[in-house]
């Protein structure tokens, strides 16, 4: 392991210096003194992720493919909301973020963890596909998320 100051490993040292740039953007994008986010500062961070902010690409990728492992609690007021929006201006709900894990054998996996209330808005909707951001992952990321629940992927 290669270490990064005392105690740290050098994933620790990128994440932490990723928090302070992330920070000093944000502090950059408020109101001259009033530490309020602009308004083009909010309308940049509603449609992000922290995990896809540098992914452009957005997919449609087939609802069936999805494997979302965590029940989701859902405000029906909320997925409502999203219906609405879905079929008056689609292009105004962000994309969701999911994970593509390769398989031991060379299987394709999506997992999917957030944007449970944009999902249950797409299902009602009775569409066949979502849009995504991809974010290639390995067996290791998706530890990170069910720990010893991991199954073993083919």
């Known amino acids: 392991m290669t270490m990064a100051g005392q105690g740290g490993s050098r994933g620790a040292w990128l994440g932490a210096a990723l928090l302070r740039a992330e920070r000093r953007a944000r502090l950059s994008r408020t109101e001259e003194g009033k ?9 940049e961070d509603e449609n992000r992720s922290i995990h896809t902010q540098h992914i452009s690409a957005v997919h449609n990728v087939p609802m069936r493919v999805l494997i979302r492992p965590i029940p989701a609690e859902l405000d029906s007021g909320k997925v409502r909301s999203l219906m609405e929006t879905l079929q008056e201006d689609p292009e105004r709900v ?7 894990v390769k398989g031991s054998e060379g299987g394709d996996y999506f997992y999917s963890f957030g944007g449970c209330h944009r999902f249950a808005a797409h299902q009602a909707l009775r569409r066949e596909t ?6 290639p992952s390995t067996l290791s990321d998706l530890r990170t998320y069910l720990g010893s629940s991991t199954p073993h992927l083919r």
């Open 94 to 100: 962000p994309p969701i973020d999911v994970l593509w």
């Open 35 to 43: 530490g309020r986010p602009t308004a083009t500062a909010m309308a």
């Open 130 to 135: 979502i849009p995504a951001k991809i974010i």
